[in-house]
């Protein structure tokens, strides 16, 4: 069962700004003139990248008068695309603390600091009041997170009524034994994977009521596929990728993740749901 410890451990790097600054140097840019689309390889942590958030952001109706949570939002790339896409205020929160000041490097670089504020805080304990944010999100964050309920609650407590909040989260698929290491944990005891009945249940309690669900099993596996064959073409990695995050373990993870959802095991899926008024 993962801790706070055990979370900010396995996601810390050490050097992350300057892997990304040499990163953001072979592409022939520097961070007086670096863009969120130059950095999306490297800071969208989750199962089809940037194109996946914003199929997944699109569903939340979210606009610029709108202060948006970003839980576990670790480097701060869907809160970007979600300041830059929709107009909003963001704040994210995630266990890591070198992700949180990277992250925050980040905004600086593309000048989206003034609308974004990231801070270490644990989802399942959050600082803000009730009723704070107009929508909230988090993509590949609740595999840490033992304690769906507490987690849910959280959602529901700080959402104001009326609002939604959407998870794209590697799920549960069927049992069996997973794989391991994953890019959230190099052993079962670091993983908290559940089923999507656990979550629709953990969100129903705490008074939410679903209003979209939806299987990204095969879009990835297409995703996959796709980046199979890009590195067979490669000769190397690119400048920034998520390589950066996994580190030496990454094609490990990538392939353990390919064969887990390959076996039907897990899949990453989508759900949004309301806080009534
Ligand atoms: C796979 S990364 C995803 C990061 C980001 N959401 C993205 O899609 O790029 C998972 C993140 O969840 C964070 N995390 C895990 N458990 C958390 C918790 N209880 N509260 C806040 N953040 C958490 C980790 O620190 C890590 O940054």
């Not at 959402?159 to 794989?179: A, N």
Request: charged share 25%; proline share 5%; net charge negative.
């Amino acid at each position: 069962m993962p801790d706070a410890r055990t979370v900010a451990q396995h996601y810390g790097h050490g050097e992350l700004v300057d892997a990304i600054r040499r990163g953001i140097e072979r592409l022939g840019k520097s961070v007086a003139d670096v863009q969120i689309d130059d950095l999306a390889p490297v800071d969208e942590f989750h199962v089809g990248g940037r194109i996946a958030t914003e199929a997944f952001l699109d569903q939340l109706g979210i606009d610029e008068s709108h202060h948006v949570l970003d839980v576990g939002c670790g480097l701060g790339g869907g809160s970007r695309f979600a300041a830059h896409r929709y107009g909003c205020r963001v704040t994210g929160v995630d266990l890591t603390p070198e992700y949180v000041s990277a992250g925050k490097l980040l905004c600086e670089w593309v000048t989206l600091d003034a609308r974004i504020q990231l801070q270490v805080e644990d989802a399942t304990a959050l600082p803000q009041r009730a009723d704070t944010f107009d929508r909230a999100y988090m993509m590949h964050v609740g595999m840490n997170v033992a304690d769906k309920p507490s987690l849910a609650a959280e959602l529901y407590r700080v959402v104001k009524p009326g609002g939604r909040v959407g998870i794209y989260d590697i799920m549960k698929s069927s049992d069996g034994e997973l794989t391991f290491p994953v890019p959230w944990a190099m052993r079962p005891d670091g993983s908290s994977v559940s089923s999507p009945a656990t979550y629709k249940a953990a969100l129903e309690e705490a008074g939410f009521h679903l209003v979209a669900e939806r299987d990204r099993r095969e879009f990835a596996l297409e995703f996959f596929a796709d980046l199979q064959a890009k590195v067979a073409h490669a000769s190397g990695p690119p400048p920034l990728g998520l390589h950066i995050l996994m580190g030496e373990t990454a094609s490990v993870k990538v392939k353990n993740m390919i064969e887990n959802i390959s076996r039907g095991l897990l899949a990453p899926v989508e759900l949004v749901a309301e806080k009534r008024r």
